[in-house]
T-cell receptor, first 118, second 110 residues
Framework: NAGVTQTPKFRILKIGQSMTLQCTQD?????MYWYRQDPGMGLKLIYY???????DKGEVPNGYNVSRSTTEDFPLRLELAAPSQTSVYFC?????????????????FGQGTRLTVV | RKEVEQDPGPFNVPEGATVAFNCTYS??????FFWYRQDCRKEPKLLMS???SGNEDGRFTAQLNRASQYISLLIRDSKLSDSATYLC???????????FGIGTKLQVIP
């Protein structure tokens, strides 16, 4: 059981380039999330999805796009990379995040993608 | 006011000490609460879910205070291996989004 898998682990982009960060999970979780984490800072939500075909903006969506064509995959697209997008990106998934007192409410994270834009 | 607030620390404590962290949240409708542990340059991993009745797992105790809207994490008999950043997380926005605090850095000193 692989859990949440992110690729690539590291990437250097030039300003203006575009790329897609891949995220896939094999736990049949409906909820998936993309976060970015800047040095010494917490996790900021970029986009999230509550199921295939449904996505919504988080706290910092500008400069990013997502799609959710399948339950398993939730890719994050950067169209015109900027130095401000230099960060560590984490993808996460959860089965039932809002169910108080029940199991399987926690989020599972991928290992992260370290992106540098120069 | 931020949705989830934590003291970033660092908390420097000697081995064997007891240390406690608090985390406040702003959305009174939040239903699920968690503590995650994050090691340097690694992904966050769930430490404990926090239930209304509180819960304990070995040296770790988590509690929820709904009236004052905060959760707490108590670590007893601190070990060197407990050195990490502890993130609190709260579900919000119709119970679908999970919002994280900035994290509290703990350094256990020999």
């Amino acid at each position: 059981n692989a859990g949440v898998t992110q690729t690539p682990k590291f990437r250097i982009l030039k300003i203006g380039q575009s790329m897609t960060l891949q995220c896939t999970q094999d736990m049949n979780h409906n909820y998936m999330y993309w976060y970015r984490q800047d040095p010494g800072m917490g996790l900021k939500l970029i986009y999230y999805s509550v199921g295939a075909g449904i996505t919504d903006k988080g706290e910092v969506p500008n400069g990013y796009n997502v799609s959710r064509s399948t339950t398993e995959d939730f890719p994050l697209r950067l169209e015109l990379a900027a130095p401000s997008q230099t960060s560590v990106y984490f993808c996460a998934s959860a089965l039932n995040p809002g169910a108080e007192g029940k199991r399987n409410t926690e989020a599972f994270f991928g290992q992260g993608t370290r992106l540098t834009v120069v | 006011r931020k949705e989830v607030e934590q003291d970033p620390g660092p908390f420097n404590v000697p081995e064997g000490a007891t240390v406690a962290f608090n985390c406040t949240y702003s959305n009174s409708a939040s239903q699920s609460f968690f503590w995650y542990r994050q090691d340097c340059r690694k992904e966050p991993k769930l430490l404990m879910s926090v239930y209304s009745s509180g819960n304990e797992d070995g040296r770790f105790t988590a509690q929820l205070n709904r009236a004052s809207q905060y959760i707490s994490l108590l670590i007893r008999d601190s070990k060197l291996s407990d050195s990490a950043t502890y993130l609190c997380a709260v579900n919000s926005g119709g119970y679908q989004k999970v919002t994280f605090g900035i994290g509290t850095k703990l350094q256990v000193i020999p």
